[in-house]
């Protein structure tokens, strides 16, 4: 509901704001592949756009029978609207299999050129795969270790201010995916900070830091409480077939603590990309297992690395506003290789979820603004733990993403 309110009220300052120019006339424009409208005086720009990803996927050597097949991915439709000159607002809508969730929903106020406030939905600032826009992710899919232990979207407030060499975000924000029981939803504080002291066109070192706390407010209600649980869960490096092979869930959570170190690294067309994530989950245990040797916490960890190299389409540029990588120019063609190991077993705990290694190999197009195809393989290797133990199986998948 409070999701809805605010996107209800984004859309009426949207459209409010549009039709309060009475006294400059809008002129439209094409940028890059998508529509902008803007007055004469530069105190009001209007944008629209969207995207669809066409995916299909197929699976083999596959102990579990996975489903091969093809699939719409996604399909977003974006508003976005600049009024007064400082203020900002966006509207990003998706349709992930035909269900209307809300992705960024925001409003922006720019305190100056590198600074900005902003309040609503929207990505919480945790590492550099994390705060990509899927349309712009090097793999069809996040890496394993991110799906599982990313904050997500979420409801909150966030400050982010950068330089010449440095960015940093802090925020406050409600509860996350990964924090799913009833009661009440706590509170979450996320912050980054990345220090980039070489960032030229074709040279690029770049190393970050993460942090997210997370309360869980265990919620008490007509005298009954409602303990909280927390869920890391991951994808085979795949979307079509939806199932989670490694799960853990741990039950009685007080709070929940990941921290992140991130590395980018380029020089000219080749570039690296790496992040380890680890987390911890402090748990409120029963009286009645005071005599076990159960432990208090429970942790997992996962990293990935990543090499990307354009065999057309110049070097790499580097984007300090978010500290990210720029979207190579049209034409581009990129080749990719990266390593990803996710482990969701805890001894101590006794929770063992299970550990996922994959392997995957890349090709990208950037056919131009608006078009890119891609071709990825990948291997995965399973432990016992794992939905269905021990496997391993291979699958190929490839999309075709248009936007504007």
Known sequence: MKKHSLLTFCFLLVTASLFSQDSNELKVRVE????????????????????????????????????????IRDIRFLMKATVWKNWDAKINIGFD???????????????????????GHFLEPFGIEQTESSKTIKFMNFSSTVEAFRPGRNLGVSY?????????????????????????????????????PINEDGTIFHIGVSGSYRSTDEDKFMDREYPKTVRYKSRAATHIERR?????EIENAKDQFKYGIELLTSEGPVVLQAEYIKTKVNVDMPGSWENYNF??????????????????????????????LAKPSPGSIELLARFNKTNLNDEDS?????????ISLGCTW??????????????????????????????????LQFSF
Do not use: C, P
Request: proline share 0%; charged share 25%; hydrophobic share 35%.
């Open 32 to 71: 890059k592949g998508s529509i902008q409208m803007a007055t004469d005086d530069g105190q009001f720009k209007f944008g629209i756009g969207g995207r669809v990803y066409m995916d299909a996927a197929g699976y083999f050597d596959d102990k579990t029978d996975l489903g091969s097949g093809s699939e």
């Open 97 to 119: 299999g035909g269900v209307v969730s809300l992705k960024d929903v925001f409003l922006q106020y720019n305190i100056n050129k590198n600074s900005f406030f902003r309040a």
């Open 160 to 196: 982010d201010r950068w330089g010449k060499n440095y960015y940093w975000a802090l925020g406050l924000f409600g509860s996350d995916a990964n924090n799913w029981s009833e009661g009440d939803e706590g509170f979450g504080l996320t912050s980054r900070f990345v220090f980039a």
């Open 244 to 248: 989670s092979f490694i799960e853990a």
């Open 295 to 324: 432990t208090e916490e429970y942790k997992a960890n996962g990293y990935y690395a990543q090499l990307a190299w354009l065999i057309k389409g110049g070097n790499y540029k580097y984007k300090m506003k978010s500290a990210r």
């Open 350 to 358: 006794y929770i063992m979820g299970g550990e996922q290694k994959d």
């Open 366 to 399: 950037y056919v131009n603004h608006n078009v890119l195809m891609k071709l990825n393989f990948t291997n995965v290797d399973l432990d016992e733990n794992a939905l269905n133990g021990e496997e391993n199986f291979n699958m190929i998948q490839t999309r």
